[in-house]
């Protein structure tokens, strides 16, 4: 069996939700690990006898690009989410 580009790219269009299953994205990461995994796979696969770090990518896995969360968790946001559900936990429980 021969793996082309678009079983890859299918492969990795698997993990993609919606976002009412997925509000956070989190499929995004998932997505991020395996496309890492699957360019070392190929960089070994098609060039094991060059060193690990001056491996070229294949061109099977070149411009398949990582993709970044949509969402921007940052402390300030967490301190708020904490602080409005104390504050609710404290109202029902007065």
């Known amino acids: 069996m021969v793996v082309m580009r678009t079983d890859i790219l299918a492969f990795l269009d698997s993990f993609r939700t919606t976002d009412t299953i997925d509000?956070?994205?989190?499929?995004?990461?998932?997505?991020?690990?395996?496309r890492t995994?699957?360019?070392?796979?190929?960089?070994?696969l098609y060039f094991p006898d060059i060193e690990l770090g001056k491996r070229p990518?294949?061109?099977?896995?070149?411009?398949?690009?990582?993709?970044?969360?949509?969402?921007?968790?940052?402390?300030?946001?967490?301190?708020?989410?904490?602080?409005?559900?104390?504050?609710?936990?404290d109202l029902l429980h007065v």
């Open 23 to 34: 509000p956070m994205h989190r499929w995004i990461g998932t997505y991020n690990i395996y």
């Open 37 to 44: 995994l699957l360019v070392r796979f190929f960089k070994w």
């Open 57 to 89: 990518m294949h061109k099977i896995i070149q411009n398949i690009p990582g993709l970044r969360r949509k969402e921007k968790t940052s402390l300030l946001y967490t301190i708020s989410i904490l602080i409005e559900l104390s504050l609710n936990y």
